[in-house]
Structure formats: structure tokens, C-alpha cells
């Protein structure tokens, strides 16, 4: 088979959703692996030695590493967050259409289609975050044979590569005084070893906080500090019947946005396990680990991603505020006040307000509109009525209020968000190829499927 064929087997002939999963379950020991070995072994990558335990399922691998093929990698990016056409968009004016950033869709749901949650991939030849664009072709875009390809295209133009090499990062990674204390977590003696790929969510937790428009507007919620006497933060001017009328604490309010754009991390994973599941290969999904260690919070220790690291912020009234990861400029950067692209409450606010209502924005009034420029669920009469509609807009002291809010929080915590860290990283999927022979030796029959078994004739030349 070439690639042409592979995409459209994928699509046309591969298991059905519910076949997929009467089998789908974690199949940790690819080729190249060793599982309750009892042996020591320097790291492929990084050089360190690894000691592991001897177990009752003792294995060493004697399969080289296959590596993923860039179809296997493209069609697993796609499933995580690729594009799918336009998001439907129906939420009444009357019922919290502010809370709505973008359009454009992808496989997998946001809170508020926020695009906030990328997908880290680290394979042999270095890291990479893949996000494609925002650009759709209309309410679906694989309706055919002929746009299956797409797939491929996504992922070219949407990989962006961070590193030339596969980050330092492996089991035996340690923190000084801390021999012991297995920092990547004490299950995971196989990560990060060649021919493995390593597919991790990378969410911007504070993007979200757009929502604190719409929390104003239609929800009437107001923050009150709960460090200081439980005082309005920063809100006394619009507290009031038919403003601001329902208090919130600060850490109530983050940690229900903090909560609800991890949501889509799952679903990304869970997309993956079943596209890996349909191509016969091996996942194995796993929290456990230290994000920051990887992101690169601790340069003494591993250079790791090489993520731009705040200092530590003493202000922060508690520890999980402290740490602030922004990231890789212009490629994958994280929402707080001060930070090197928003130094300012107001700065932050008012790209919120452009993203949406300015040049370009899925609700511009001038003829720069994505609706009218790219594409539109709704036919040209509705979508000229959402445009114009005053309730698609949010009256202007919801604007100034906002503003207000992350000023406070600037000026009493030295930051905001003020509870958590935005750039988060914890819960992801290493997909390979299986080494069968484990399994035959060790498990009752049913472990490897047929999928699995047979996948070098669809897959491999």
C-alpha cells in the first residue's frame, strides 16, 4: 500500500467506534522496551543509568525500535485536534454567547471552542508542537476521497519544531538530596526511548479566562477577595441590581476555569487511544510525572522543553500560584498578567475584545469578518443577523470591569491568575509498536489482536 491507500483503508475499512472499543486498553512494552528485568542499562538518549527490578513478567525487548511513519503521526494529530470544519454555535444571544471565542472546530470539544489546548509531540528527530491553523473550508472538511490528504497537509504545515533532539528527560532523572524520588514518575522506566512518540496536550489554562465576560454579563458573578476580609475585588463600582449582583472568591472562580479547560486534554487522549487502537499499535497513557521538569522549571536539574520560566512570585497568596511557565514565544504561550505578551490587565482585555470584535473576528461588524471571509455555520441571512444583533455584544462596563479585576489582582497578588500555574502539561499518551512476543509469553490470548498482528500490511512497505 502507498499512502493514498493507508488514508483511504483509515477512513473506509478500518474497525467501527464500537468495535474499537471491545479491545482498546494500554499495551505498555513496545519494541526496543524492558519490563521487570532486573538489569541496568544506560538511557538511549540521555546516557544516565537506569536500574529496574526483577519481576514475575521479566522481558527485554530484542526487536530494534520502529519509529512511527509521518501518515501514523499525521493521522494521531489529526484525531487529538485537527481541524473538522466549523463548530455549529448554537447557544442563544440571550444565554452566554459571549463565552464562544472561535469557530473554526476541531476533532476534539474546548470549553468555549477556545483553541487553548495544543499537542506536544516528541519523537526521534526533537519536539514539536502541532496547531494548525484556523482556517476551514466549511461546516466539514473530510467529506470525501479527495480531501483525505488533508490529513498530511495538516500536520506539515501545522508542526512546529522546539527542539532539534528529544528533550533530556528519563526515569532516571533526579532532583539534588532526592535519590530516590522518581520525578517522571516510578512507572515509567520506558520514556522517552527511541522510536516511541510521545503526544502530550499543552493547555494555556488561563485563555478561558475570556469567560470573565461573560461571567459579568449573563452570569452577574462578581470576584470578592478571600485573603483580605472577603472585600470586592476591585468591583464595588458595578455591584448592583442588574450588573454584578452575585458574589464568587477568586480561587472559586480559576479553579472552575482551571477545571473545565483540562476537559479537553481527555477527550484528546482519548481520540488518540482509539486512532492507535484502529492502526494497531501500542498506547500507553499516563499522568504521574512533573510537567514543570519537562517544561523546563528546573534548568539545574534538565534544560528540559527550554520554556521561558517566571521567577517565583512571592506574592502569590498560595504555592500553586508561585510558578509561572509562559512558554515559547510566538508559538506556544500562556495567559497571565504581567507576562511578556500581556503586561498589562488592560493590554489582556482588550485582545480578548479584538480577537472576537476586531479586524478579522468571527463577529467584526466590517466586511474583515471571518463569517463572511472564510466560512459560517449559519446561512448568509442568519449570519448577517448574528453579526448585527446587540446581545452578540457585550455592553461596554463589562469591558471596564473586567479590567478592573485583573488590575487588582496585579496590584494585591503581584499576578493573575492567582491560584495556578496556566501552562499545563499533565496527562498525555506514548504510542509505539508493540513487541508481541511479551505478550505471547506472559498474557492470556486476546492482548494482541489481529489489528496488531497484521498492521505491517496495511502500514509498512
Known sequence: MNDKERLKWAFEQSSTFFNLLTTIRSRRVGRGYRIDSGTQMKHPVTGRTLTQGEGPAKFISK????????????LICWSACGPNGLV???????????????????????????????????????????????????????????????????????????????????FGLRAPGAPNAVLMGPYQFNINMPGS???????????????????????????????????????????????????????GEEQLIFQVEQFPTGAMVQNMRLATEAMGLGSWVFCGFNPDVLMGAMPEITRG??????????????????TKIFGIEGVK??????????????????????????????????????????????????????IAHPKTRPPEWVQEACIAYIEYCVKTFGQWPVTYNPMQAHFGAVIHNIDVEYYDTYYNEGYVNDRIRNRSKIWHD
Request: charged share 25%; net charge negative; hydrophobic share 35%.
Open 63 to 74: 526487536k530494534e525500535p520502529l519509529p512511527l511513519t509521518k501518515l501514523e503521526e499525521a
Open 197 to 251: 512518540t510521545w503526544f502530550l496536550p499543552l493547555t494555556d489554562a488561563g485563555w478561558l479566562n475570556s469567560a470573565l465576560i461573560n461571567f459579568m454579563d449573563f452570569w452577574k458573578y462578581y470576584m470578592v477577595d478571600e485573603w483580605n476580609g472577603g472585600r470586592p475585588a476591585g468591583l464595588e463600582k458595578w455591584i448592583g441590581e442588574g450588573m454584578l449582583e452575585l458574589p464568587t472568591t477568586i480561587a
Open 88 to 170: 455549529a454555535w448554537d447557544i442563544s444571544v440571550d444565554g452566554g454567547f459571549h463565552e464562544l471565542t472561535w469557530i473554526a472546530g476541531r476533532t476534539a470539544p474546548a470549553p468555549g471552542n477556545s483553541h487553548a489546548t495544543d499537542l506536544l509531540v516528541i519523537n526521534d528527530t526533537g519536539a514539536y508542537i502541532y496547531k494548525p491553523s484556523l482556517e476551514r473550508s466549511g461546516p466539514i472538511e473530510i467529506k470525501s476521497e479527495a480531501d483525505y490528504d488533508k490529513v498530511i497537509r495538516w500536520y506539515e504545515d501545522g508542526l512546529i519544531q522546539i527542539l532539534d533532539e528529544r528533550p533530556d528527560i528519563d
Open 333 to 386: 504561550e500562556a495567559t497571565y498578567v504581567p507576562s511578556p505578551r500581556y503586561k498589562s490587565a488592560e493590554q489582556l482585555v482588550k485582545a480578548w475584545y479584538n480577537e472576537k470584535y476586531g479586524e478579522g473576528g468571527v463577529l467584526h461588524r466590517g466586511e474583515n469578518n471571518y463569517l463572511r471571509k472564510v466560512g459560517s455555520p449559519w446561512n448568509k441571512a442568519t449570519a448577517e443577523k448574528v
Open 305 to 322: 522543553l527550554g520554556f521561558h520560566v517566571e521567577a517565583p512570585n512571592p506574592k502569590a497568596p498560595i504555592s500553586t500560584g508561585q
